[in-house]
């Protein structure tokens, strides 16, 4: 359970990092970059022939980290600037339901009737979510659950692509160079509109190292060492109570209260994840990059 508690400080260090005054950008592109150091660095003094790759398969991996770390990580902090926690992170969960329609897409993996029932919780739960927003913010609301789809889009997209990356490499490998694309896109784009300025501060700086080490490398660090003891299926499955916790420790440190509506919603993307975990029998071994 502790995992899923890093995991959950995202939307939490994301929120605090808004009320310094941060440029989002220059967030997620730091948080990116430390993390493809630091990755980067193991991989040179721990077995750097992982860092070998095709030269025939750049343009996959530039493609592969824009979309599942660049397009990810900023969709993911725009949903946090113009709505809640809850909110963000309820949209994002949609992504289970996302994958099912693109394995179905792109494998020809079979729409089966308790995936059927997990579009139908995700769509209920979109809806919800939507009515459940205040009507004196109602334009920011509705600007965060669409980042917040757009971010789960993203994550399905780098879980799908992943299983052709996992066939030719491995992981770590595809972990790194979907970081460093990731990180060039959100550094270059950072750049260009800042015209090369960086308006950082040491408060902004500590929550950025934060989220790259604490929410990120360590997150999923850990989650993949559990593999080892647990069942994939197993972490999975208890990957979804991640949006419960991140939702909890919203209430507890930015004082964010949920109306009925949007727990309902809330409550029905945890059991489509669920639902969907028990009837496929566990889940593969990917890695999502929040």
């Known amino acids: ?28 592109g730091l948080r990116a970059s430390i993390a493809t150091a630091i990755v980067g660095l193991v991989l040179v003094v721990v077995r750097p022939s992982l860092l070998r790759f095709r030269l025939v398969d750049l343009p996959f991996f530039l493609g592969y980290g824009f979309v599942g770390v660049a397009m990810n990580y900023a969709c993911y902090f725009y949903a946090l600037k113009f709505t809640t926690v809850a909110t963000a992170i309820t949209s994002l969960y949609t992504y289970p339901a996302i ?59 780098y879980v799908v692509a992943g299983k052709r990356a996992l066939s030719k490499y491995d992981a770590k490998t595809a972990l790194f160079y979907s970081f460093l694309s990731g990180s060039l896109a959100l550094n270059a784009l950072r750049i260009s509109q800042l015209q090369f300025t960086v308006n950082l501060n040491w408060s902004i700086l500590c929550v950025v190292l934060a989220i790259a080490i604490v929410a990120t490398l360590l997150g999923y660090g850990a989650l993949r060492y559990s593999l080892r003891f647990i069942e994939a299926g197993r972490a999975g499955l208890a990957c979804s109570v991640e949006p419960a916790i991140a939702i909890y420790l919203a209430y507890l440190f930015l004082n964010e209260a949920l ?30 990059v929040q």
Not at 8 to 13: A, D, E
Not at 137 to 148: M, N, T
Request: proline letters at 4%.
């Open 99 to 157: 994958i099912v329609i693109l394995a179905y897409a792109f494998y020809r993996e079979p729409i089966t009737g308790a995936k059927s029932v997990v579009l139908l919780l995700t769509f209920l739960d979109i809806v919800l979510v939507a009515l459940g927003s205040s009507p004196i913010v109602v334009s920011g609301d509705f600007r965060g659950i669409g980042f917040g789809l757009l971010a789960g889009a993203a994550t399905a997209i």
């Open 1 to 28: 359970m502790g995992v899923y508690c890093l995991l959950s400080t995202l939307g939490v260090l994301g929120k605090v990092a808004y009320s310094l005054c941060a440029d989002p950008l220059a967030v997620i």
């Open 259 to 288: 109306n009925p509506t949007q727990i309902l919603g809330a409550v029905l993307v945890v059991l489509s994840v669920v639902l969907l975990q028990l009837r496929t029998g566990g889940s593969p071994k990917i890695q999502v």
